[in-house]
């Protein structure tokens, strides 16, 4: 069956602006994070929707960064007033409850 | 909170050998530890994991083993092959389904 699928896969960006970003997880999983991956580094955890729940959100960075979930399903992580330092791979996995995490392509974010 | 190191960051193999990657996590309360592994332009895709009430596991070419009391976790690849050639991250959660800590990544590159 299809898998994660995440839009755009990049997004070239003045300093300054705004930014979203879409996941539409794999049909009838619950839960849904959001990871970054600076060049050559790991993933840093950002924030992780459980159903209906409330997120937790522990991972953002800054207050310019935001997600929401709409209707359990598909999620968008919008970051405001860009800096150079967001550009980076922005990744969403989902799961069912409880199960392995299954990751999207990414989004390669550059912000110049 | 929970911090995760892995080594080594590259590692260089013949095909046909064994490739060791080994990393070691901080929180004693972390039970669920995935390896994923990562080809250029993709995201991440699980390879294996294991829980912390069994100390080793095997998929084929692949085993993971874990040290609980030692707070260690190993990827073993026998057999390598040139597909084998990707970026492998560890990682670690309290239980299976929440937010994981990744370790760096391991370049591994297998040569023909």
């Known amino acids: 069956g299809a898998g994660v699928s995440q839009s755009p896969s990049n997004k070239v960006t003045e300093k300054g602006k705004d930014v979203e970003l879409r996941c539409d997880p794999i049909s009838g999983h619950t839960a849904l994070y959001w990871y970054r991956q600076s060049l050559g580094q790991g993933l840093e955890f950002l924030i992780y929707f459980q159903g209906n729940s409330a997120p937790d959100k522990s991972g953002l960075p800054s207050d310019r960064f935001s997600a929401e979930r709409t209707g359990g399903s598909v999620s968008t992580l919008t970051i405001q007033r860009t800096q150079q330092e967001d550009s980076a791979v922005y990744l969403c996995?989902?799961?069912?409850?409880?199960?392995?995490?299954?990751f999207g392509p990414g989004t390669r974010l550059l912000v110049l | 909170g929970e911090n995760v190191e892995q080594h080594p960051s590259t590692l260089s193999v013949q095909e046909g050998d064994s490739a060791v990657i080994k990393c070691t996590y901080s929180d004693s309360a972390s039970n669920y530890f995935p390896w994923y592994k990562q080809e250029l332009g993709k995201g991440p895709q699980l390879i294996i994991d294991i829980r912390s009430n069994v100390g080793e596991k095997k998929d084929q070419r692949i085993a993971v083993t874990l040290n609980k009391t030692a707070k260690h976790f190993s990827l073993h690849i026998t057999e390598t092959q040139p597909e084998d050639s990707a970026v492998y991250f560890c990682?670690?959660?309290?239980?299976?389904?929440?937010?994981?800590?990744f370790g760096a990544g391991t370049i591994l590159r297998v040569k023909s």
């Open positions: 990682a670690a959660s309290r239980s299976y389904g929440n937010k994981l800590v």
């Open positions: 996995a989902s799961s069912a409850s409880k199960e392995t995490q299954y």
